[in-house]
């Protein structure tokens, strides 16, 4: 089992930036996928972008250009860095983990994103 800790969700304006944080503990695989997706009201959750354990990256869309991810594999935990925020980046981001050798996965308890106009 994996526990996923996030932090860094708050109030921000058009424009502004955020960074989140998701640490993970437990039975950590060494060859793992972390990652962050969202999930504003009324709509599907939906993947933000995620990053394996060697580096390679995946970035949706939407926030290509606009966000960052990265990782300290040292400390278990990924970042999300946000800039140039949008009001159609509000939404709560949960971050997760997944072993894709056993096929299983976690999730954080998610952090809120509001961008204010």
């Known amino acids: 089992q994996v526990q996923l800790v996030e932090s860094g969700g708050d109030l921000v304006q058009v424009g502004g930036s955020l960074r989140l944080s998701c640490a993970a503990s437990?039975?950590?695989?060494?060859?793992?996928?972390m990652g962050w997706y969202r999930q504003a009201p009324g709509k599907q959750r939906e993947l933000v972008a995620t990053?394996?354990?060697?580096?390679?990256?995946n970035v949706a869309d939407s926030v290509k250009g606009r966000f960052t991810i990265s990782r300290d594999n040292a400390k278990s935990t990924v970042y999300l860095q946000m800039n140039s925020l949008k009001p159609e980046d509000t939404a709560v981001y949960y971050c997760?983990?997944?072993?894709?050798?056993?096929?299983?996965?976690?999730w954080g308890q998610g952090t809120q994103v509001t961008v204010s106009s």
């Open positions: 990053i394996t354990s060697g580096g390679s990256t």
């Open positions: 437990g039975n950590i695989f060494r060859f793992n996928i």
């Open positions: 997760r983990y997944e072993n894709p050798y056993a096929a299983t996965y976690s």
